[in-house]
């Protein structure tokens, strides 16, 4: 199922579940868990079984800058 883009971060509810936090970064939830599995996605949630985020630290994420992502060559 297609997810409508999130347009405004101030319209997050305050705690955010997986699916919100899908919709925001624009990916599936299975690649969120894979990737939080991995100690890789960013933002850490601040609660698990079910996953949780704060609204704020979502877009503190969203406002920062990032290192670009290098991939290993064999």
Do not use: H
Request: net charge positive; hydrophobic share 35%.
């Amino acid at each position: 199922m297609k997810r409508a883009p999130v347009v405004d971060l101030n319209t997050l509810p305050a705690v955010c579940t997986i699916e919100e936090i899908a919709g925001v970064y624009r990916m599936g939830v299975s690649t969120i868990r894979r990737d939080l599995q991995a100690e890789v996605f960013r933002p850490l949630p601040f609660g698990r079984y079910p996953y949780r985020w704060r609204r704020d630290d979502v877009i503190r994420d969203l406002s920062s800058r990032r290192p670009l992502k290098t991939t290993k060559v064999k």
